[in-house]
């Protein structure tokens, strides 16, 4: 554990731009939009993940060694419980993270969402992918070919985000009744 939170304070340091908090709230909000997108994590999954990790292995490489049948009967079985090859990968875009991080936030704190992302100093979709990158620079997170800092940009608006969903829908220009009308 104290390994996981010199590298926490670490990454914190290395972007400079956010508190802790905002950290530990994409990664769970990673986990979340990889449930959104791929259902959630088997057993098998978790098996391959340590595989991976102990072998220091990253997704091309394990296509190759399974392709070319170079890995143990044991992680063969659980490619194929966990749904064959083509369902391992639970990669998220960057634009799905984002609305995955929006709905999080919305469901977490409500009204209250932009502003507790702002008290974090996160005010765009490009705060998001700032956090993940930084993950990615420290090797903390793996990425892939196509991923990119600018599948970040304007993502959506946090103004129609965060805002628009709490409005009463009352037009500006309409004034409330006045009790002698």
Avoid at 9 to 29: C, P, Q, T
Avoid at 134 to 158: A, H, P, R, T, Y
Wanted: proline share 2%; charged share 30%.
């Amino acid at each position: 554990m104290e390994d996981a939170q010199k590298s926490l304070d670490e990454l914190v340091k290395h972007v400079g731009r956010y508190s802790e908090r905002a950290f530990l709230f994409v990664r769970e909000g990673l986990s979340i939009a990889a449930r959104q997108v791929h259902g959630p994590e088997t057993a098998a999954h978790r098996r391959l993940y340590e595989y991976m990790t102990a072998n220091e292995m990253d997704w091309e490489t394990l296509a190759v060694k399974f392709h070319c049948r170079e890995l143990p009967a044991t992680i063969l079985a659980d490619i194929d419980e966990a749904g064959g090859y083509e369902k391992l990968n639970r990669h998220v875009s960057g634009r799905e993270l984002c609305w995955a991080l929006r709905d999080y936030a919305t469901k977490r704190w409500g009204m209250l969402a932009r502003a507790v992302l702002e008290s974090w100093n996160i005010k765009t979709t490009i705060d998001f992918g700032r956090i993940v990158f930084g993950f990615i620079e420290l090797e903390m997170m793996q990425k892939q070919e196509d991923d990119s800092f600018e599948d970040f940009i304007d993502v959506f608006s946090f103004d129609e985000a965060f805002d628009a969903s709490f409005r009463l829908g009352l037009r500006s220009d309409e004034a409330d009744p006045s009790p002698d009308a």
